[in-house]
């Protein structure tokens, strides 16, 4: 079996402790054996990435633009391999793992770009004779913590700016998908990113992640996580006055009027409910539909459902691959218990664990009906095949139970009314805003985030990026 090791300081450093990376379609496909990093590691990483960073900050743009560009060359021409190994070890379908892979791809080529657009300001003083230069400098070493449900695109949109401004970096991927991630640093360093500019330090979050956002030599980190861990990093950041920006939970809302299109409609909450196993930030979990069109968008998603096919996530014909692991499947199972216990909703569909040919954590998506907003199931996120409907009166209440969340990442609305999409775009409280399409999907060159309990600091992605990654000088000159 292959073992892999961690990048510190441009060397592969094996790690006496090592994990298997486990396909969630078939628990006895191990992928790898990954190394799991100490504090010491991580320490060493940080020691790295600090000395590079004089030498990497002032990096000619030229040099960088093309690091980037050959990694984002390389990722495109391997992206059927990449999006292989992705659907082997997190569970999404084969295509939706080629299309995360070339995602990453499309961000170190945006990022390859924004290297040569790096720009300041000179405005005139109040003062005569003065000139003021504004500027964008890197922060230094920066830490990032990730998830495993985007276990390629999210290290992606964080290292390709990180890298564009300027910055060194230490990136901790999640325990469960360690596989794309040393699939960059193996990339990276192969398109000749100088030794200690990336480091990737696998291992716990307990361990790893803690040593990094204890560091004194960090200066920023970016983490995206749930919320429990994203309030922990705060609390730590904050001790250490590091800048930090956090991506975290949410409870999407998918408003479907009456007026909708109604394939549209279910082809969006579909979508975005149940696709890569409702395993996505952006997923719509609350299906807030006017009474109207509820019954028949019922009957037409169950429809739907029936004809999806649970299955290996590298199998032709898969619709809806595995649960990650069984800690998470023990989760979406106990919500669907609660669902139909204590929250007295209809489980109209699914909700079952399914047997397939491999043993996998396999779960028939759960449609709940007849439930109201103050559910444990509308309120709490499950981040799995579950999503639940919610019948209303009319556009201003869907508008009011959309909101009613302590999240905010995306919403959508499926309407034919140019009224009320405009009345939605402007009123729903999330980052981002979907008319007749799904709440998950996004494009890599613009702003991704969200408000309340789901994001906290700058924007990702697209120019805002460098909002995080870099800090403004204000120069002032005496001719
Ligand atoms: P998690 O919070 O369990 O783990 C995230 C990362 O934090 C992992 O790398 C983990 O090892 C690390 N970590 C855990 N404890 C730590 C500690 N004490 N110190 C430092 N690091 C620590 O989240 P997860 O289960 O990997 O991911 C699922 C969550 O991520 C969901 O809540 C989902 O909504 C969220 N998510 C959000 C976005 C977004 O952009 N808003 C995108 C994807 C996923």
Not at 124 to 141: N, Q
Not at 313 to 318: L, Q, V, Y
Not at 407 to 428: D, E, R, V, W
């Amino acid at each position: 079996m292959d073992t892999f090791s961690n990048l510190i300081g441009g060397e592969w450093t094996p790690s006496s402790d090592v994990t298997e990376n486990i396909n969630p379609s078939n628990t006895d496909d191990v992928i790898g054996t990954y190394a799991r990093g100490s504090a010491a590691d991580a320490e060493a990483a940080i020691a790295a990435a600090k000395t590079a960073f004089p030498a990497w900050s002032r990096t000619n743009v030229m040099a960088r633009h093309n690091i980037l560009k050959a990694a984002a060359a390389e990722i495109f021409a391997r992206s059927k391999e990449l999006g292989d190994l992705l659907a082997r070890e997190e569970g999404k379908t084969l295509a939706e793992g080629i299309g995360e892979a070339g995602r990453a791809g499309q961000i170190f080529e945006f990022f390859a770009g924004e290297c040569l657009r790096l720009a300041g300001e000179k405005l005139p003083s109040i003062r005569p004779g003065v000139d003021i230069e504004i500027t964008r400098e890197p922060m230094g070493v920066v830490g990032m913590i990730t998830p495993w449900n985007f276990p390629i695109a999210i290290p992606a949109w964080k290292l390709a700016p990180a890298l564009c401004y300027g910055n060194t970096v230490v990136m901790k991927p999640a325990e469960l998908t360690p596989g794309c991630a040393w699939a960059l640093a193996d990339i990276l360093k192969r398109a000749g990113l100088p030794d200690g500019v990336f480091n990737l330090v696998m291992g716990k979050g307990s361990v790893v992640g803690e040593a990094i956002l204890s560091s004194p030599d960090v200066a920023a980190v970016s983490f995206t996580g749930s919320v429990g861990t994203g309030k922990h990093v705060a609390m730590k950041c904050t001790e250490t006055m590091k800048k930090f920006q956090l991506e975290m939970g949410g409870k999407n809302p998918a408003i479907v009027l009456d007026d909708a299109d109604l394939d549209v409609a279910v082809g969006a909450c579909l979508n975005s409910a149940f696709f890569s196993t409702g395993q996505r930030c952006t997923a719509s979990s609350r299906l807030i539909v006017t009474e109207g069109i509820h019954d028949k968008f019922v009957a037409a998603m169950i429809e739907k459902l029936k004809a999806t096919t649970v299955d290996d996530a590298r199998k032709d014909g898969t619709h809806i691959g595995p649960v990650v692991d069984q800690k998470q499947l023990d989760t979406d199972m106990k919500y669907i218990e609660i669902g139909r216990g204590e929250d007295g909703a209809k489980l109209a569909w699914g909700g079952e664990r399914l047997n397939r040919g491999t043993p996998g954590f396999y779960l028939q998506p759960a449609l709940f009906t007849e439930t109201t907003n103050d559910m444990r199931i509308n309120r709490e996120e499950i981040f799995g095949p579950v999503a639940s409907v919610i019948r209303v009166k009319d556009y201003d209440e869907a508008l009011s139970v959309a909101n009613d969340t302590a999240f905010g990442l995306s919403a959508g609305i499926c309407t034919t009314s140019l009224k009320y999409a405009s009345h939605f775009k402007a009123n729903s409280q999330a980052g981002m805003v979907m008319v007749n399409l799904p709440t998950a999907g996004v494009d890599p060159h613009v702003p991704f985030g969200g408000r309340k309990g789901s994001s906290y600091g700058p924007r990702e992605q697209g120019r805002y990026a460098a909002e995080f990654y870099t800090t403004v000088k204000t120069a002032y000159t005496m001719a």
